[in-house]
């Protein structure tokens, strides 16, 4: 059977971790799950970059030493991932014996084979990317490296380099040749650009009277190991290279690299000269993912918008921290990090349409079932019911190929789709008021239908929110805490007449300040355009003052141009004129409305909604609405009105 390796960056020890670890170590982490959910052998490493001059100079700082640092620090990481519900084989640290062994073994072997040689440097040094440039590399004077852009050092001293470049013709030819190497293919085309240009040596060595903190050469005790050359060797320290040849050959090549695109360059370009110079196979992919934005700056601690993933994750729940960050960043894009954003998402697609939508089922399975799992009656499903079973094993098959293919926000946005056709077929056949009128075997295949159909759900996000999906699974009377894939691609797994669990409220509605909701929304609110908005029962339903209508800016806007976003199936980008101003929104109508049937349309849009970014386009706006079933339609004026004009 074909196995599943995947890494993360290993992380520097130098501060506290932030978001982006957070992100990353959770994205590998689901996949990891969702691969030892089909059955497939799987090995997930992350671990701690500890060495260079980055964490000697935050030693220095904190008047301790870099061990001292590295030990305080590391500590961090893993208590986070802990609480994070991190499930790696391996947590591999750089001060280990077992990693320091091998890069010497390395460096000795490539010195012995002339892969490496002494020579003089003169150039520039960035101490935080630790990485060395020529002139013509320089943006404005400073660091060219995508949110960095310090100042560079002179450094002029002999050191030790790895002959990079006599691997240039071959790491383009590589990479064109396997279009799958590097991805996104944006990321595949930035390092084509970058190997436009002749690649020079790489410089491997840094000389102890500037630099004590590292792995030392084995052929010249005054130096120590670049810090990027350790570090990616962990991929194959961690999992018994050299010695251990079985284990190693188990599990390498790598099948995911996933890393930020800002260490692109690293793992792009030296990587894989390191690996050719060592006779080594390539990692399958190498995928580069976007950036956590606030509004459209990227998070740094020197702007102080840094969100602490162990702060965020307390205050709101692991599994719904969890499931923010998978359903809201589409792999590859940059991705804006909101609380509004999280609270939105979580009151829509947690809270009120799967939380409420269990509650509603546990309810009446108590009433009407006596706390058991019903028995469907023979012959009573209908066209609801075919309908529905359809729906939630499509769905789940497409999550299957969405992991695959590192669609995982489209995956989840489908499982949120099953969750609201779920919904929507109780308010069809509700059967509240078949129990009522005495129809208990509708009641009992109704109620059927959307306890199996919750069952499915609850084994797709389980890898996401493995603690809630496990309490929902306890709920329904499964007694296995994790799913397997494969039965959750069957219907009619669960047993009438199982005892369902207690019935708790799984994801509580987040309050403002105030006490009154917080921003919520359907699908149609998250990405600035037209949605399903779930249906409410009446004590559902809020009042509003006529002060908090006042708020909205509702205007006419007249359509110019559409188009699909590419990668969504749901998504449509318009080009609207609100009166002259010319504006971009992003709407959920793409199986409602081919792209040329909209344009020189009038319609009505909430004009003074916050900008929001949807799969990396700007929405500013959002368009009205109305839906019925599977029906939903645009709400637009009665005559010829220009655009621009106040709708009240």
């Not at 084989?89 to 073994?105: G, P, S, Y």
């Not at 509004?340 to 009433?367: H, P, T, W």
């Not at 005892?499 to 006490?515: C, H, K, N, T």
């Amino acid at each position: 059977m074909q196995s599943f390796y995947v890494t993360t960056p290993i992380y520097y020890v130098n501060d506290r971790p932030h978001i982006g670890h957070a992100y990353t170590t959770i994205l590998a982490d689901v996949l990891a799950r969702y691969h030892r959910l089909m059955g497939t052998p799987t090995f997930f490493l992350t671990g701690t970059d500890e060495h260079g001059q980055k964490v000697q100079r935050a030693a220095e700082a904190a008047g301790i030493t870099p061990r001292e640092q590295a030990d305080r620090t590391v500590v961090r990481f893993q208590d986070l991932w802990r609480r994070l519900e991190i499930t790696s084989d391996d947590f591999i640290r750089t001060t280990e014996a077992r990693h320091t062994r091998v890069v010497q073994q390395i460096l000795q072997d490539l010195y012995n084979r002339d892969e490496i040689y002494r020579a003089e440097y003169d150039g520039w040094y960035c101490v935080t990317c630790e990485r060395f440039y020529t002139d013509k590399d320089l943006k404005d004077g400073c660091c060219p490296e995508p949110g960095c852009g310090r100042v560079v050092e002179r450094i002029r001293e002999a050191n030790y380099f790895f002959r990079m470049s006599a691997y240039q013709d071959w790491l383009i030819r590589t990479i064109r040749e396997r279009p799958g190497f590097i991805q996104p293919d944006f990321r595949r085309n930035e390092t084509l650009g970058f190997l436009r240009q002749p690649l020079n040596d790489l410089c491997i060595s840094r000389p102890k009277n500037r630099l004590t903190w590292g792995i030392e050469l084995p052929f010249d005790a005054d130096y120590v190991t670049y810090v990027w050359f350790d570090a990616l060797v962990n991929y194959i320290s961690a999992i018994g290279y050299p010695e251990d040849r079985t284990r190693f050959e188990r599990w390498w090549p790598a099948t995911y690299h996933l890393i930020g695109k800002d260490i692109l360059t690293t793992h792009t370009v030296y990587w894989p000269t390191m690996l050719k110079a060592m006779g080594l196979p390539l990692p399958q992919t190498i995928f580069a993912h976007g950036w956590w934005l606030v509004g459209r700056d990227k998070m740094s601690k020197s702007s102080g918008n840094v969100v602490n993933p162990m702060a965020f994750a307390e205050r709101y729940g692991v599994d719904p921290f969890r499931y923010f960050l998978m359903a809201e960043m589409t792999l590859g894009q940059d991705a804006s990090f909101t609380e509004e954003a999280f609270v939105r998402r979580y009151n829509a697609d947690l809270a009120n349409d799967l939380g409420n939508l269990l509650n509603r089922v546990m309810k009446l399975i108590g009433k009407y079932g006596g706390g058991c799992i019903p028995e469907p009656a023979d012959g009573a499903a209908g066209g609801d019911e075919i309908a529905l079973r359809k729906a939630a094993l499509e769905t789940a098959g497409s999550v299957g190929a969405a992991v695959e293919g590192m669609r995982l926000d489209e995956g989840l946005a489908r499982v949120a789709g099953l969750t609201r056709e779920v919904n929507r077929y109780m308010e069809r056949r509700r059967p509240w008021d078949l129990g009522r009128e005495g129809r208990l075997e509708d009641t009992a295949t109704v109620l059927y239908h959307a306890a199996e159909a919750l069952r499915i759900v609850s084994g797709l996000l389980f890898p996401v929110m493995p603690n809630k999906m496990a309490e929902l699974r306890r709920a329904l009377g499964v007694r296995e805490r994790a799913p397997d894939m494969g039965r959750l691609q069957e219907w009619g797994v669960l047993g009438a007449g199982v005892r369902i669990g207690e019935m708790r409220s799984l994801f509580p509605r987040i309050q403002d300040a105030s006490g009154t909701d917080a921003p919520g929304g359907t699908e149609g609110r998250r990405t600035g355009g037209a949605g399903r908005r779930p249906e409410r029962s009446k004590e559902e339903k809020v009042e509003i003052t006529y002060a908090d209508f006042e708020k909205l800016d509702l205007r006419t806007a007249r359509i110019d141009s559409a188009e699909k976003v590419e990668g969504a199936d749901k998504l449509l980008r318009l080009q609207i004129d609100v009166g002259g101003e010319k504006r971009q929104i992003v709407a959920g109508i793409a199986r409602h409305y081919k792209p040329e049937d909209l344009a020189g349309r009038t319609i009505v849009v909430v004009a003074n909604l916050k900008p929001a970014t949807i799969r990396g386009v700007e929405s500013r706006g959002m368009l009205l609405a109305a839906s019925s079933g599977d029906t939903l339609r645009l709400v637009t004026v009665d005559g010829d009105v220009p655009g621009g004009s106040a709708v009240s």
